[in-house]
């Protein structure tokens, strides 16, 4: 993140970042969360920090107005979760995942960080994981035509879902189908 964003971030409270990084004001020796409702201060007093605990070490105190000394990670906890959900939700789009992940408030840079870190899978692989499971139990509990199948889970065709499956299993849709027939 860079220190333009953060800066942009508190002149707008944008809470979506509380958690993310806190930023203290040199002249009253207070640190806040983006979200702090008191006076905005003059960009040249303030500085950011990554963690509550760096702006302690460094001599600041809490917020009382914000309480800057209650928060953590969880925000970045409930982000990568909201993410997950999401993910689960709308899998089978084709496109426009990356457009509602927006809508979660941070960058796409980070919300990659910040999904990694908490599952310790990329969100693409996270979705791939979704992809193949539905796949995988479309092929062997349903009679559905195998592009059908592509198509509903998000797959433009059949040629990208097939790579995608051999890819992942070592089998075509259609072998694996047989395999997993009675
Ligand atoms: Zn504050």
Redesign the pocket.
Known sequence: MTQEEMWKAVSENDASYDGIFFYAVRSTG????PS???KIPRRENICFFDTAEQARAAGFR???????DLLDYQPIKEIAERAKRLLEDSFRKRCGLNQELRHLGVSQRRMVEIFKDEYGVTLSEYVGNLRLAEAKRLLSDTNDEIIDIAYSIGFGGLSSFYRFFKNSTGLSPAAYRKEHRE
Do not use: E
């Open positions: 207070i640190y806040c969360r702090c409702k008191s809490p917020c009382k107005r914000c309480r800057s």
